[in-house]
C-alpha cells in the first residue's frame, strides 16, 4: 500500500507554484513538529505531572490548564525559530508577537494566528482536544507592518486547519485548494493522507449547542431547536444530539458526518463566545472549502472586518443545507435590527 506524508504531499503541492521559495512548506512543516510534539504530551497526560490547572488566568480571564501553557509554548517557540512569520498571535497571550522589526524577520512573508490548545477544559477526562490555525500573507512588501496587514478579513487567509487529538491524531488543513486529512502514524512519527479531498455532506442528521444555555438563546434559535427535534421521517428528524465542549472535535465530527454546530449570541457571551481569529475563521475556511458554509446569523464569517485581536463571533457552522435552515430562521430578527 502506498502511503503519502504531509511533507510529501505539500511538496508535492508547491510544485504547481515553481516561483515558491520552500517559505510556506517551513511554515506548514513547523506547525506538524509543533503537534507531534503536542500529541507526545497529550498521550502521556494521565501518566506525568501535566493534567489539572496551571493556577493561573489568561487574558481573557480563563484558567488556564498546563497542557494550555504548553501548547502554547512550544507552537510559539517552533514558529518564532522558524523565520518565516512577521507575527503571531495565540489566544494565550494579550497582544501578538510582532516580528516585523530588523533585528527580528522583516521579510518573513506569513501571519499566524492559533488557538494552541482548543477544548482544554475536557483534557483531565481524556476528552479530545485539538489545535486551530490561521494563516495571512502579509499585505505590506517588508519592514514593519501595517494596519493593512490587521485588517485582513477570513477570506484572505492563504491556509487554515487544525490538529484533533482525538482517538488518532489528525491534522486537517487547506489552502483553498479543498481540505486534506492527514493521521499521525506513531510508529513512523508522520502524519499519512488518509482523508484526500474531504466533503461534508450537505445534510447530515446531528445538531451540536450547548443546550443548558436556551433560555439565554434569541425566538430564532430556540425555534430553530424545536425544528430539530421535530418528528418528520422525511427530513431525518428528530435531528440528534451531540455536544462534546471543544470545538475542534464537534467540528471534525460534523465535517465526517454532516451535521451543525451553533455557538449563537447569549446574555453572557452577547458577541458569541468564540474567538474570530483562531477559532471562527479558520474553520469557516475548511468549512467552505468542503462545501459546508459558516455565519454569524447575519453574514459569511469569512466577511467580518476584524477589530481587535481576540474579538468574538456568534457561530453557526457545518453542512450547507443545516446552516441555510437556521439563516430562516433568524432571518426575522436580522431583517428587525437592520430596519431598526
Ligand atoms: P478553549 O478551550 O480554547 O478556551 O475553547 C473552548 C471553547 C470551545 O472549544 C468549545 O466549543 C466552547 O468553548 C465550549 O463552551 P461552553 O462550555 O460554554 O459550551
Ligand atoms: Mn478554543
Ligand atoms: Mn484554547
Given at each position: 500500500?502506498?502511503?503519502?506524508?504531509?511533507?510529501?504531499?505539500?511538496?508535492?503541492?508547491?510544485?504547481?507554484?515553481?516561483?515558491?521559495?520552500?517559505?510556506?512548506?517551513r511554515?506548514?512543516?513547523?506547525?506538524?513538529?509543533?503537534?507531534?510534539?503536542?500529541?507526545?504530551?497529550?498521550?502521556?497526560?494521565?501518566?506525568?505531572?501535566?493534567?489539572?490547572?496551571?493556577?493561573?488566568?489568561?487574558?481573557?480571564?480563563?484558567?488556564?490548564?498546563?497542557?494550555?501553557?504548553?501548547?502554547?509554548?512550544?507552537?510559539?517557540?517552533?514558529?518564532?525559530?522558524?523565520?518565516e512569520?512577521?507575527?503571531?498571535?495565540?489566544?494565550?497571550?494579550?497582544?501578538?508577537?510582532?516580528?516585523?522589526?530588523?533585528?527580528?524577520?522583516?521579510?518573513?512573508?506569513?501571519m499566524?494566528?492559533?488557538?494552541?490548545?482548543?477544548?482544554?477544559?475536557?483534557?483531565?477526562?481524556?476528552?479530545?482536544?485539538?489545535?486551530?490555525?490561521?494563516?495571512?500573507?502579509?499585505?505590506?512588501?517588508?519592514?514593519?507592518l501595517?494596519?493593512?496587514?490587521?485588517?485582513?478579513?477570513?477570506?484572505?487567509?492563504?491556509?487554515?486547519?487544525?490538529?484533533?487529538?482525538?482517538?488518532?491524531?489528525?491534522?486537517?488543513?487547506?489552502?483553498?485548494?479543498?481540505?486534506?486529512?492527514?493521521?499521525?502514524d506513531?510508529?513512523?512519527?508522520?502524519?499519512?493522507?488518509?482523508?484526500p479531498?474531504?466533503?461534508?455532506?450537505?445534510?447530515?442528521?446531528?445538531?451540536?449547542?450547548?443546550?443548558?444555555?436556551?433560555?439565554?438563546?434569541?425566538?430564532?434559535?430556540?425555534?430553530?431547536?424545536?425544528?430539530?427535534?421535530?418528528?418528520?421521517?422525511?427530513?431525518?428528524?428528530?435531528?440528534?444530539?451531540?455536544?462534546?465542549?471543544?470545538?475542534?472535535a464537534?467540528?471534525?465530527?460534523?465535517l465526517?458526518?454532516?451535521?451543525?454546530?451553533?455557538?449563537?449570541?447569549?446574555s453572557?457571551?452577547?458577541?458569541?463566545?468564540?474567538?474570530?481569529?483562531?477559532?471562527?475563521?479558520?474553520?469557516?475556511?475548511?468549512?467552505?472549502q468542503?462545501?459546508?458554509?459558516?455565519?454569524?446569523?447575519?453574514?459569511?464569517?469569512?466577511?467580518?472586518?476584524?477589530?481587535?485581536?481576540?474579538?468574538?463571533?456568534?457561530?453557526?457552522?457545518?453542512?450547507?443545507?443545516?446552516?441555510?435552515?437556521?439563516?430562516?430562521?433568524?432571518?426575522?430578527?436580522?431583517?428587525?435590527i437592520?430596519?431598526?
Amino acid at each position: 500500500m502506498s502511503i503519502q506524508t504531509l511533507e510529501q504531499f505539500i511538496t508535492e503541492q508547491q510544485t504547481q507554484f515553481p516561483q515558491a521559495k520552500g517559505e510556506f512548506t517551513r511554515l506548514l512543516q513547523s506547525i506538524s513538529l509543533a503537534a507531534k510534539i503536542v500529541h507526545r504530551e497529550v498521550n502521556k497526560a494521565g501518566l506525568a505531572d501535566i493534567l489539572g490547572k496551571q493556577g493561573s488566568q489568561n487574558i481573557q480571564g480563563e484558567e488556564q490548564q498546563k497542557l494550555d501553557v504548553f501548547a502554547d509554548y512550544y507552537f510559539l517557540d517552533i514558529l518564532k525559530k522558524a523565520g518565516e512569520c512577521c507575527y503571531l498571535a495565540s489566544e494565550e497571550h494579550e497582544d501578538g508577537l510582532d516580528l516585523s522589526s530588523p533585528s527580528h524577520y522583516p521579510n518573513g512573508k506569513y501571519m499566524v494566528y492559533f488557538d494552541p490548545l482548543d477544548g482544554s477544559s475536557n483534557i483531565d477526562a481524556n476528552v479530545s482536544v485539538g489545535t486551530i490555525f490561521s494563516i495571512y500573507r502579509r499585505v505590506s512588501p517588508s519592514g514593519e507592518l501595517q494596519d493593512e496587514d490587521f485588517a485582513q478579513t477570513g477570506r484572505q487567509q492563504v491556509a487554515a486547519g487544525y490538529v484533533i487529538y482525538g482517538s488518532s491524531t489528525m491534522l486537517v488543513y487547506s489552502t483553498g485548494k479543498g481540505v486534506n486529512g492527514f493521521t499521525l502514524d506513531p510508529s513512523i512519527g508522520e502524519f499519512c493522507l488518509s482523508h484526500p479531498q474531504l466533503r461534508i455532506p450537505e445534510l447530515g442528521k446531528t445538531y451540536s449547542i450547548n443546550e443548558s444555555n436556551y433560555n439565554q438563546f434569541s425566538a430564532g434559535i430556540k425555534q430553530y431547536l424545536q425544528f430539530c427535534k421535530n418528528q418528520d421521517p422525511a427530513t431525518q428528524r428528530p435531528y440528534t444530539s451531540r455536544y462534546i465542549g471543544s470545538l475542534v472535535a464537534d467540528f471534525h465530527r460534523n465535517l465526517i458526518q454532516g451535521g451543525i454546530f451553533l455557538y449563537p449570541e447569549t446574555s453572557t457571551y452577547p458577541n458569541g463566545k468564540l474567538r474570530l481569529m483562531y477559532e471562527c475563521n479558520p474553520l469557516a475556511f475548511i468549512a467552505e472549502q468542503a462545501g459546508g458554509k459558516a455565519s454569524t446569523g447575519f453574514l459569511p464569517i469569512l466577511d467580518i472586518q476584524p477589530n481587535a485581536l481576540h474579538q468574538r463571533c456568534p457561530l453557526i457552522i457545518g453542512s450547507v443545507r443545516m446552516v441555510e435552515e437556521v439563516l430562516l430562521y433568524v432571518k426575522e430578527e436580522v431583517e428587525l435590527i437592520l430596519n431598526s
